[in-house]
């Protein structure tokens, strides 16, 4: 199953709105309180981002984002980008019990979930990708959630960066051919042994303070 409940908002906005979050998101130390779901398969916070031609992480830059699926979409003829929130009901549930799947010895409990999803958007073929954000305490993780990808010869990022690229990870696939279509990695691999589906703990990290070893 790659649905946490049914994303109830449709953004057909080539810039995503600011969209106030109704609880605060921790992300690698940074606490943020709205968020931007963009329409070339990123999430940003400070701003929106409308970048078509995906980076490759880690960029080094001033932005951190999320990027289940950054290549360049277009939703104006097909398919949609929804979002939803939730804070209470059985899609809390769900999470929580996921993420104890996946992280145990947290005792977790989810508090707030934020779903996005790029529902059969087409290239600039076919795509789906839902991406599902998680608090709870202290506690914060992304779930990114891949079903049928259809090939595409467009190069395609898919992981997370942070400001100055202290902490980032790239999913397995990205800017090879391996990223879309029937083998893709995205949909076939997993680091939680759940073909399709990529989880990330992303509360911790310091800010500002790196070093080797």
């Not at 609880?23 to 940003?44: K, M």
């Not at 009901?89 to 790029?118: C, H, I, K, M, R």
Request: hydrophobic share 35%; charged share 10%.
């Amino acid at each position: 199953k790659i649905c946490f409940g049914v994303p109830q908002y449709n953004l057909l906005l080539s810039l995503s709105p600011p969209i106030t979050l109704q609880r605060t998101f921790l992300y690698f130390g940074q606490a943020y309180h709205r968020i931007y779901v963009n329409h070339n398969g990123h999430l940003t916070f400070d701003t929106a981002y409308s970048a078509t031609t995906p980076e490759r992480f880690p960029i080094h830059g001033s932005r951190d984002i999320i990027a289940p699926f950054w290549t360049d979409l277009d939703n104006r003829q097909m398919g949609k980008i929804l979002y939803n929130q939730y804070t209470n009901g059985s899609v809390l549930q769900q999470a929580t019990q996921d993420v104890n799947t996946y992280f145990p010895n947290l005792n977790f409990n989810a508090e707030w979930v934020f779903v996005a999803t790029w529902y059969e958007v087409a290239y600039y073929s076919n795509s789906g990708t839902v991406t599902v954000l998680i608090s709870g305490g202290q506690y914060s993780f992304v779930l990114m959630n891949y079903g049928i990808i259809a090939s595409t010869s467009r190069s395609v990022q898919a992981g997370y960066d942070t400001i100055r690229s202290e902490h980032h990870y790239t999913i397995p696939g990205s800017f090879t051919s391996a990223a879309t279509g029937s083998n893709s990695n995205f949909r076939l691999s997993s680091n939680v042994d759940v073909p399709g589906r990529w989880a990330f703990r992303t509360d911790h990290g310091a800010r500002g303070c790196t070093f080797n070893g």
